[in-house]
């Protein structure tokens, strides 16, 4: 069994340490932080969206620093 760590996205923007909002094709979008899960990688069947590798590196440092 392969698995994944998914972070799900919204259109509520909230501004604080649990979300990361960033620009999706001209629209605000929210990364809950917060809401890490590890899914089953067949779960993963449609492709939903590709986040540039700098918008990436943030969310990953907001995700560092809510585990510390």
Known sequence: ???AWVLPMS??????SYYHVF???GKLTSVLISQLKLISS??????????????FSL??????????
């Open 11 to 16: 259109t509520k923007i909230k501004s604080n």
């Open 1 to 3: 069994n392969r698995t």
């Open 23 to 25: 620009n999706r094709d």
């Open 42 to 55: 067949k779960r993963l069947r449609n492709f939903m969206y590709k986040m540039s590798r700098s918008e």
């Open 59 to 68: 969310v990953i440092k907001k995700l560092n620093n809510l585990l510390k």
